[in-house]
């Protein structure tokens, strides 16, 4: 089977991990941690880095500092990972839903403008699969409305918007360093900001919300989160840094090689290879199939094909766990319903050869075509 994805290790990964374990330091207090904050933080031109044990706790603290009540909107594009659901959920806040653009699969400027309103205090502004949002629409909206923007980069690593790299947009960003990212610490986050005050607190949140010394150790005037992330953690995280324009351009190889053979069928739609203002980075290679088409029954018979695949997010808006917040009924949003229904992604992990690219590939023609016919006119 050629998995969808699989961790690229190193030597000089193994390497940095050993070193941490023959020093003795493994938790969250290492230096080392404070270390890869200031590397990370660097690479993405922001002042200050604060790592987390998962992206999702990252983008739970910083909804959570924003300090929201039950008042307040803030606005999600529906095509996207739950943890921004539900980071505004247990912020109290309601959250919003805005559609995404039938090319980039990132949040749609009219969608977004289109639902705002007085009570908007935030804007979960998400780059999604590799590829980022025109932004300075966005930005310009935003700074129009007083929107706060928090950007999810989970998937951004090492992407650029006009120059300006993922991860320096709005109060703060959010990093993921999963299994399946371009930089994995095995689990792990990071949240990136220009603002001390902010930085601050994000530390002390991330570790039971103990007082800052002076102040007595095991007194806590507000809720926090155990979510520090190891040394063992950020010494592997901060070698993988170390080589993230090779990780990042060999990607993009992958996803061109791809995008040669399935980018022009008639059944298979991708994102561009490229926007007037980015380069796609592909951290997935995703494929939207033809709207007559099952994309579970055609991941079923990749699996049989010794092709491995993963399905596209099913939409926020059409959660059911919206029905116990009272949120059941929400406007339809026809492009990340399409996207859900229809999208699956495949293997794309470093190291993948050429022939498994093309086996892939045909794999997926032949499944498509068999269903629909050898030349078949796009729905």
Request: with cysteine.
């Amino acid at each position: 089977m050629i998995p969808v994805s699989k961790p690229h290790i190193t030597e000089e990964d193994i390497s940095a991990v050993t070193g941490v374990l023959r020093g003795g330091f493994v938790s969250g207090d290492a230096p080392i941690v404070a270390e890869f904050e200031r590397d990370f933080s660097t690479a993405v031109n922001r002042t200050h880095g604060v790592a987390v044990s998962n992206g999702s706790v990252a983008l739970d603290l910083a909804i959570h500092a924003l300090n929201l009540t039950s008042d307040d909107e803030v606005i999600i594009p529906s095509f996207t990972i739950a943890s921004c659901l539900f980071a505004v959920l247990r912020s109290r806040a309601r959250p919003v839903f805005a559609d995404v653009e039938s090319t980039t699969w990132n949040l749609s400027v009219e969608s977004f403008q289109s639902v705002i309103t007085p009570r908007t205090r935030a804007l979960i502004a998400v780059q999604s699969y590799g590829l980022p949002i025109d932004m300075q629409p966005i930005e310009q909206l935003c700074k129009e409305q007083s929107i706060t923007i928090i950007e999810d980069a989970a998937e951004a690593h090492n992407v650029t918007y006009n120059g300006k790299v993922c991860g320096s947009f709005g109060l703060a960003s959010t990093f993921s360093f999963y299994a399946n990212k371009a930089i994995t610490c095995g689990e792990g986050g990071m949240i990136v900001t220009d603002d001390e005050q902010l930085a601050n607190r994000l530390r002390q949140l991330r570790n039971l919300s103990f007082l800052t010394p002076p102040g007595p150790r095991f007194v806590h005037e507000e809720t926090g989160w155990n979510s520090r992330l190891s040394a063992l953690q950020a010494a592997l995280g901060k070698s993988q840094l170390l080589r993230m324009n090779a990780v990042t351009a060999e990607k993009r190889r992958i996803g061109l090689a791809y995008h040669q053979i399935l980018g022009s069928h008639p059944l298979v739609q991708m994102q561009p290879t490229a926007t007037s203002y980015s380069e796609n980075m592909y951290w997935v290679v995703g494929l939207v199939l033809d709207q007559r088409l099952d994309a579970r029954r055609v991941a079923l018979r990749l699996r049989e094909q010794g092709v491995d695949s993963r399905p596209f997010f099913h939409p926020l808006h059409r959660q059911p766990v919206l029905a116990r917040f009272q949120l059941s009924k929400q406007s339809p949003l026809p492009v990340s319903e399409r996207l859900g229904a229809h999208g699956l992604y495949l293997p794309s992990y470093i190291g993948i050869t050429k022939n498994e690219i093309l086996h892939c590939a045909q794999a997926l023609i032949s499944i498509l075509e068999s269903d629909l016919g050898a030349h078949p006119a796009r729905s």
